[in-house]
């Protein structure tokens, strides 16, 4: 079974719908994130949570919200989707501390919005 | 805001051929990162370096950490047809403010 799971994988909606990407893993890791990837350019940061209890702003926040339920469990929502969201996000988990802080991502879900 | 620069954005390679890319910044990093990511999937970790100077193998890959902090290279000695997808390369720093920045990556072509 995959470490760090993605629902849906796939999505397609309308412009002005709310909508919730889920994020799960078994990892047993403290600190999740969430990125978006647009073809030609590298993940951008839009949130990450370092516990349960704390949720940080990354480069591209604004448009999204989160939701830290659990340990296990981070969800990314976009209040008012927009075109301009459409991309591959990507959700991604690391034990944090020293020396370094590896991150391991999920599948990816393909966001389009008409 | 802070950016990674990737270099090549694509590479077209025989099989058997050795490849080269690289990452620089203007900002330090104490970690470097370099992951694969293949069409449908997310990015999978290849190589974490955590030291300056750092030179660390996985196989046929090998990948530096630079000395001034600022830059990573990961060669692929003997590629072959599977060595296929984008690789991106991912500097992260948890002082002074937790930062984590990832290339554009690097497309790799290899013709059997």
């Known amino acids: 079974d995959a470490d760090v799971t993605q629902t849906p994988r796939n999505r397609i909606t309308k412009t002005g719908k709310r909508i919730m990407l889920e994020c799960s893993q078994t990892k047993g890791h403290d600190r999740m994130y969430w990125y978006r990837q647009d073809p030609g350019l590298g993940l951008q940061l839009i949130y990450y949570?370092?516990?349960?209890?704390?949720?940080n702003k990354g480069e591209i926040s604004d448009g999204y919200s989160v939701s830290r339920q659990a340990q296990a469990k981070f969800s990314l929502s976009l209040e008012s989707a927009i075109p301009n969201q459409t991309a591959l996000y990507f959700c991604a988990t690391s034990v944090g501390g020293s020396p370094g802080d590896t991150q391991y991502f999920g599948p990816g879900t393909r966001l389009t919005v008409l | 805001g802070q950016q990674l620069n990737q270099s090549p954005q694509s590479m077209f390679i025989q099989e058997g051929e050795d490849v080269s890319m690289n990452c620089t910044s203007s900002?330090?990093?104490?970690?470097w990162l370099w992951y694969k990511q293949e069409p449908g999937e997310g990015p999978v970790l290849l190589i974490a370096?955590?030291?300056?100077?750092e030179l660390t193998s996985n196989g046929r890959l090998t990948a530096q950490f630079g000395i001034t902090r600022k830059d990573s290279f990961l060669n692929i000695s003997a590629s072959i047809p599977s060595d296929v997808g984008i690789y991106f390369c991912a500097g992260l720093r948890n002082t002074g403010g937790f930062k984590t920045i990832f290339g554009a990556g690097t497309r790799l072509f290899v013709k059997a």
């Open positions: 370096l955590y030291k300056a100077g």
């Open positions: 900002s330090i990093f104490n970690t």
């Open positions: 949570s370092f516990d349960v209890k704390d949720i």
